[in-house]
């Protein structure tokens, strides 16, 4: 399972904003979270999904205007479920809670952890930071367009909407990396489901030592 939980940044010199971002996550991913996503201490969110497309869809969305210092839990969760999220435990809530601890003082914002098979959980962090370190470099322009191509669009019917020629909308994607970002999706999801993947595994092993 994949645990987020985060930390808004400077949450003493700006407006809470806790509220709209459960409304945007409830929105946006409501069908693939395993519980609805809540607000866990003050400023703090948490969400749990089983999905790994999911959970890097929550770390780009969380991570992509600075406004949250972000933790990935790995790890089982204890079940039943309770109704709310900040009621349930487990693995993965403890990783979350280190790792968003360690998110605030990463150049990314962000950290995954694990207690079974830290090392995975390491590795996704590693190619996460590359992914996230490219995405700050990214213009208002470039965003534009990832945007639209993100949606849906191609290329050069996003050039459309744009009203700009298909020559500048590549120049823009290039400078943007879009292809580099989109290409390493995929591979980032399947390293995120392999890492979750090695707690179980983890957690079998000791069953059978």
């Known amino acids: 399972m994949f645990v987020v939980t985060a930390d808004q940044v400077d949450s003493r010199g700006r407006a809470d904003i806790v509220a709209p971002t ?18 866990n201490a003050g400023d703090e969110i948490q969400v749990l999904t089983a999905d790994a497309a999911t959970a890097l869809d929550l770390i780009l969305t969380l991570t992509r205007d600075g406004c949250w210092s972000v933790g990935l839990g790995l790890g089982g969760v204890r079940r039943p479920l309770p109704e709310h999220t900040r009621e349930a435990t487990g693995d993965a809530f403890v990783a979350a809670r280190s790792a968003v601890d360690r998110a605030k003082r990463s150049p990314t914002r962000l950290a995954v952890a ?61 400078a943007a990396a879009l292809r580099v970002e989109l290409t390493a999706h995929p591979a980032l999801v399947r390293l995120l489901a392999r890492a979750d993947a090695a707690q179980t595994d983890a957690v079998d092993a000791e069953g059978d030592a």
Do not use: C, H, M, N
């Open 22 to 39: 459960l409304a945007t996550l409830t929105y946006r991913f409501g069908s693939r979270l395993t519980l609805p996503p809540d607000r």
């Open 114 to 174: 694990a207690i079974k098979a830290p090392e995975a959980a390491a590795d996704a962090e590693a190619l996460l930071a590359l992914l996230l370190t490219l995405r700050e470099g990214r213009t208002a322009a470039g965003w534009q367009l990832y945007d639209l191509v993100t949606s849906g669009l191609t290329q050069a019917k996003a050039a459309v909407q744009l009203g700009i020629t298909p020559q500048s909308a590549s120049d823009r994607a290039r």
